[in-house]
């Protein structure tokens, strides 16, 4: 296990057609603590496949150090590196069986010697004579032992001799996920692992991978774009934008405390609503005509902003179905969406005419045209100046996280 350090990190790919050069990443700062599952986030195009292919050593930075442990890695080759990475294609080689594909970087991790070599291939002829003629490798044996004891943690015991092309995209999966875990490296790496697997697929193979980092305690970068994959593996996420570092922070700090506008609206399914509003005074704000009550630490922020317009963001969950009164804000639906558990609603409010989304019980009987009332939260503002950065009080409290 090991901590990894992403120092003053850029990266520079060269213009194409004569174009101008693309810059990836800029000068990213990034620590990974030793046995931590981080995210990596973003919109296509921010650089989070670049950061792993990086740390991978199959690109090469423009600027900056890359360290794992005490290690500097930035000039290293990949094999020297320690580090594994699962691939969201799952790059099997296909002429390997299960077996063969699992032991693969274990066959390649050391030297050997020509009479090593040779040792460990007759070990392999003669695995099907009789065993008084089978000719023994320790070497062989370990990595035969180490490839068992991965497929039963992976429940591809009876797979070991199927060839990829005989195994579903699950299983598929596991075989890859099972390549980088029999290595036993001081880095996993999983760029997208799960986005070709199908809903009931990815849920089952998203707990398996969250307990198997958690029972072999390695430091973990994973690259998705699934809100839930974000929310519920990692014990921190990395928002990345244009290259930069957006915000750092558990899943529920992100949430409830956005440091920015792109991260209110990146992170949360449906993202958090984002109204213009004006700062009349403490535990005050204005929305179009109405004045709304803001309560807890952003009222004390509020009071310092006074007379200047400002976003606020308000999480769907954080708008009540209210009866009709002047302080809550009437809206008509415009589309329903029924989830099961919940209904979502789009709504238009009249106050600015402001398309907001609503988390509602299912047991609502609402329809597109219906006139509804809501009531804010007033614990659930979260406000931002004009360059779009979330103003922060100084005491944050904790807030129950939703389902997602």
Known sequence: MAEVRFHGVGKIYPPRRGGAPVEVLRQLELHVHDGEFLVLVGPSGCGKSTL??????????????????????????????????????????????????????L??????????????????????LPRPLRVRSP???RIAARVRQVAGSLELDSLLQRLPKELSGGQKQRVALGRAIARQPAVFLMDEPLSNLDAKLRAGTRAQIVELQRSLGTTTLYVTHDQVEAMTMGHRIAVLNGGRLQQLGTPLELYQWPANLFVAQFIGSPPMNLLPVAAVAAGQLQLGGRKLPVEGPMAEVLAAKAG???????????????????????????HVEALGNEQLLSCRLEAGDHLVQVRVAPEERLAAGHTIHLDPEPAGWRLFDAAGNALAPESQPALSLPDL
């Not at 590196?81 to 002429?95: C, E, N």
């Not at 066959?107 to 040779?118: D, G, M």
């Open 52 to 105: 792993l292919r990086l740390l991978a050593g199959l690109e090469q930075p423009t600027s900056g150090i890359i360290s794992v442990g005490e290690r500097d890695v930035t000039g290293l080759r990949p094999a020297q590196r320690d580090v594994a990475m699962v691939f969201q294609s799952y790059a099997l080689y296909p002429h390997l069986t299960v077996a063969g594909n699992l032991s693969f970087g």
């Open 107 to 128: 066959r390649r991790s050391r030297p050997r010697t020509a009479i090593q070599q040779l040792q460990d291939r007759l070990h392999l002829a003669s695995q099907h």
């Open 139 to 141: 070497r062989e044996e």
């Open 308 to 334: 200047q317009e400002l976003t606020a963001g308000l999480r769907p969950e954080h708008l009540r179905l209210a009866p009709a009164t002047n302080r809550n804000l009437a809206a008509e639906v415009q």
